[in-house]
């Protein structure tokens, strides 16, 4: 009888929570990680993540490890979910606990401090073992509610990409596999700047003709971008492309579409950072695409723009402005 995959989640924020629920409801052994233990000691006494999943219950065979060791020693599949900014870190610090042929499985969007992939660092660090990575429209509280969603798993090898896909399509999550790792990487990071610029958009009350606009414009950046740097059309045509992007700009349980709306609204950066009280990825992601826009050459407008808004005191009107004030040409 084979023995079913039991895993560890690094990472006790809304989305690793999530994924974890959604593990332990499915029956595997899973293993909920954190690094703060004031943040393990109280989920572990509300039997639910307060801070950041509240009015989850947690299954009751969901473990909650305050021990990084231990955590990584009781699975076979090690899936992060943390912020961008602390991905090397994490992986030089699960490096010494892992076991040959644990798979890493990456739940994090975005990109390295460097500007890199997420997956030319596993491959420098991790080099032995095979790794995959979860993308797609995918907000925490409806994964955790077991409402109906649908992402990708995404990885150099098919087999792992397989197994991984049938492992995590259980009820109404459902999973499909790619082999365009650079692609949806790409796609996940350029998606949170783009929510940014539609919830800027609504709040300067544009309306629904520009949200609209921004979202197709928006998907052609994506695809140029994605395009130049290896990744596959069909890839920003999915779910880790447009699919990702659609939700992230439309819904406000996006972390980076309520950061555009309070930005529009006149709040600062800062003032528009505390309001959410999460990490929004996308203030240090637009200035590593900028960088990948400048390298590359690429004509990427909106993406542009927000940058300037972020990172060069450009005010969000004037930000407008320069969009509307570019020559005319084909559409492209």
């Known amino acids: 009888m084979q ?6 989640v690094i990472g006790a924020g809304s989305w690793g929570t ?17 690094h703060d233990s004031r943040h393990i000691a109280a989920m572990k006494t509300a039997r639910e993540n307060v801070k950041y999943l509240p009015s989850v219950p947690f299954p009751k065979d969901l473990f909650i490890q305050e021990e990084l060791e231990v955590a990584i020693s009781h699975s076979d599949i090690v899936l992060l979910a943390i912020p961008s900014h602390v991905f090397k870190m994490t992986l030089n610090r699960i490096k010494p606990f892992l076991r040959s042929q644990q798979i890493i499985l990456s739940a994090t969007k975005g990109l390295t401090e460097e500007g890199g992939l997420m997956s030319d660092l596993v491959k420098v660090i991790l080099p032995d073992h095979p790794y995959a990575l979860l993308s797609g429209p995918s907000f925490a509280k409806e994964v955790a509610m077991h409402l109906p969603t649908t992402v990708t798993i995404a990885s150099d090898d098919p087999i792992c990409a397989r197994d ?6 259980k009820n109404v999550f459902r999973v499909y596999t790619s082999d365009d790792i650079i692609g949806a990487q790409i796609a996940g990071a350029i998606k949170n ?3 940014v610029a539609v919830g800027i958009s609504d709040g300067l009350g544009f309306g629904a003709n520009a949200r609209a606009a921004l979202i197709a414009r928006g998907l052609e950046e994506m695809k140029r971008l994605c395009l130049v740097a290896g ?13 990702d992007l659609v939700l992230t700009c439309t819904d406000d349980q996006s972390r980076n579409r309520r950061f555009g709306l309070a930005i529009g609204q006149g709040k600062s950066q800062h003032e528009a950072q505390e309001s959410i009280g999460q990490v929004v990825e996308s203030v240090s992601t637009s200035l590593l695409i900028q960088k990948m826009i400048s390298d590359y050459r690429l004509d990427m407008p909106i993406i542009s723009q927000v940058y300037h808004v972020l990172h060069c005191n450009l005010s969000a009107k004037e930000a407008v402005k320069n969009l509307f004030s570019r020559t005319l040409k084909a559409e492209v």
């Open 164 to 169: 991984l896909a049938n492992a995590f399509s």
């Open 231 to 243: 990744g596959q059309l069909k890839t920003v045509m999915g779910l880790a492309g447009v699919g």
């Open 3 to 8: 023995m079913l995959p039991r895993f560890s």
């Open 18 to 34: 999530a994924l974890a629920v959604h593990l332990s409801f499915s029956g595997y052994m899973t293993t909920l990680w954190a």
């Open 193 to 195: 700047v783009l929510a």
